[in-house]
């Protein structure tokens, strides 16, 4: 990546790199920005201690994943309790 950017003229420490893998690590230390993007641990742990930013789009997924089940759950107790006071009201 070096010799690429001085045979293009470019300044590393202008440029952002991006990657979800620790692997990356030589690359995303090369650049004046590195994004940790949907990283894995190693990655998130180094990010942070680096000051690195960390961008993580999996959280709404996982948000999505435990909020849709837990609402359905909601959902079908309140309909049960509200069926119980029904037929306790009707007797």
Known sequence: MRSLAI????????????????????MLS?????????????????????????RDFRIARKAARIGVPSALALGAAGGALAALASRRQSR
């Open 7 to 26: 045979r293009e003229g470019l300044n590393l420490k202008r440029c952002t790199a991006y990657s979800d893998s620790y692997n990356d690590v030589p």
């Open 30 to 54: 090369l650049v004046g920005t590195a994004v940790a993007i949907n990283p894995d641990a190693r990655l998130r742990s180094l990010a942070r201690e680096r000051g690195w930013e960390i």
